[in-house]
């Protein structure tokens, strides 16, 4: 695992957005798994940026979402498709063929899911799939207690994550269900990008790097994966106990790069 602290959340997104881009440079044609949510916000206006500057482009790129609210059709304003649109699609050079997310209005939602599993499969897997941590330890909406194998499927939300979900938008109801990529399906990805900033995310950051591999933290997967990338900022990092040894490699990658 390759840890980042770095000084501010601009600075994580700037680095996740030079980890995007330096493969999208190499493979054009480059599979993306996305996350929604605050958290990558500021890496999709980066990506936005470079675009409009001629510096990056998307024309060939296809994007894998992680979820979308059960129930909830692609042009409705809480959906993740609207969301996505928003941030990224509608502003970058991408083919809205190649953005996909699970239909959360599907009539049947479990074939939705296994469809959406086998379509990424088929695809022949994402070759970097970013990733914010929950409060509570999840990614995507693989809640605690999730298995560590599990694929595309139909999750409940936990009380912690309807409460997340909602916010700071009285007027937003949240669905109560999701379709989710599984902790197994993330694990299949080529390479990962976890990205977490402010206090609040501090424990959950902790038990993901350094606690035991567990379901009670989903996040704790990411131990598994031989390719994983987190950057942090210092808040987000404030309650990691290996922080000399990061610092340690940081400077040891710094002494590298300068020879
Ligand atoms: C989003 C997702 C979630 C979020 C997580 C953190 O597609 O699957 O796992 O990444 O809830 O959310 P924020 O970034 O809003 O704190």
Known sequence: MDVWILESAQAVAVKAADICAELIQAKPDARLGLATGATPQALYAELVRRNQLGQLSFARVETFNLDEYLG???????????????SLFDHVDIDPINTHLPAGDAADPAAEAAAYDALIKARGGIDLQILGIGRNGHIGFNEPGSSLR????????????????????????????????????????????????????????????????????????????????????????????????????DRARRHLASH
């Open 72 to 86: 909830v059709g692609p042009n409705q304003p809480r959906s993740f498709h609207h969301a996505m649109r928003d």
């Open 150 to 249: 599990s694929r595309t499927r139909v999750k409940t939300l936990s009380r912690a994550t309807l409460r997340d979900n909602q916010l700071g938008k009285p007027d937003f109801e949240a669905p109560v269900m999701a379709i989710t990529m599984g902790i197994g399906t993330i694990l299949d990805a080529r390479a990962l990008l976890v990205l977490a900033t402010g206090w609040a995310k501090a424990p959950a950051v902790a038990a993901a790097l350094e606690g035991p591999l567990s379901a009670r933290c989903p996040a704790s997967a990411i131990q598994l994966h031989p390719d994983a990338t987190v950057v942090l900022d210092p808040a987000a990092a404030a309650d990691l106990r290996l922080t000399e040894y990061y610092e340690l490699v």
